[in-house]
């Protein structure tokens, strides 16, 4: 098989994936991903399509992680992997990361600060007199 990559964002979060057959290793920025995520909630978010689609001992993947928070980070992360594994065999896997909604890029961001006023939303007390 050859190098398949792919690219997922999450927020302010980009993930580039490179997907390689092998043994089930994940490194994240040159560190493992138990080093990399100290969490077990984001160890479940980044394994999640590959436990969906029954590969988790099938492939080695590389990635590059770059912005964010690490819940931002780890979702991207999911996009992209989902992403890879319909690089490889979309008949096979596609259905079942659709139906999961793993396939689908969360298009919330942080909504900018205004002029004039304390955040996004927020506006100064407001006096009548």
Do not use: W
């Amino acid at each position: 098989m050859e190098l398949i990559n792919a690219l997922g964002r999450r927020k302010s979060a980009v993930a580039r994936v490179y997907v390689n057959s092998g043994k089930g290793n994940i490194t994240i920025n040159e560190r493992p991903l138990e080093v990399y995520f100290k969490e077990e909630t984001l160890h479940y978010i980044v394994r999640q399509a590959l436990e969906l689609t029954n590969t988790l001992g099938m492939f080695d993947i590389k990635v590059n992680l770059d912005g964010g928070g690490q819940k931002g980070q780890a979702e991207a992360l999911r996009l992209a992997i989902a992403r890879a594994l319909c690089k490889i065999d979309a008949e096979q896997y596609r259905p079942v990361l659709k139906s999961n909604g793993l396939l689908t890029r969360d298009p919330r961001e942080v909504e900018r600060k205004k002029p004039g006023q304390p955040g996004a939303r927020k506006r100064f007390q407001f006096s009548k007199r």
